[in-house]
């Protein structure tokens, strides 16, 4: 029963994330509202993280199950896709790259930051 109540949650949570983008004329995904109403519950307290916890985990197991359908779909879409594979992969490259640098350059400025404090 557990189980079935916080699935239910869940569910609901993504009804009320579906409701908002019917209702809002903003281009955001209703996934997106969804999140942000699961974190603003987890945040206020509304919501405890046991109330989510074992359908969540189970979600996260399953879902490289769930990219299939569109892996399948992308390889069905070889012929029209095949002229855009080396921009995509230059895109992929550069992109990663700058994350990295990036995420590199924010963490050295966090640590030398709170090195600071503690001197």
């Known amino acids: ?14 009804f009320a994330g579906e409701v908002l983008k019917a209702l ?3 281009p955001i995904p209703a996934s997106i509202y969804g999140m942000v109403i699961m974190l603003i519950g987890l945040i206020s307290g509304l919501l ?3 109330d989510v916890q074992d359908v969540g985990d ?3 197991e399953i879902m490289p199950i ?5 892996a399948v779909e992308l ?3 070889w012929g029209t896709m095949k002229t855009l594979l080396l921009p995509s992969v230059v895109i992929l490259i550069v992109i ?16 030398r930051r ?4 503690h001197e």
């Open 75 to 77: 390889m069905d879409s």
């Open 96 to 111: 990663t790259v700058l994350v990295i640098a990036v995420t590199g350059r924010v963490t050295q400025f966090l640590i």
């Open 66 to 70: 769930l990219f299939v359908p569109a």
């Open 114 to 117: 709170k090195k600071g404090k």
């Open 48 to 50: 405890k993280l046991e």
């Open 58 to 60: 189970f979600l996260i």
């Open 24 to 26: 809002l004329p903003l």
């Open 1 to 14: 029963m557990k189980i079935l109540r916080q699935f239910g949650l869940i569910i609901a949570i993504t």
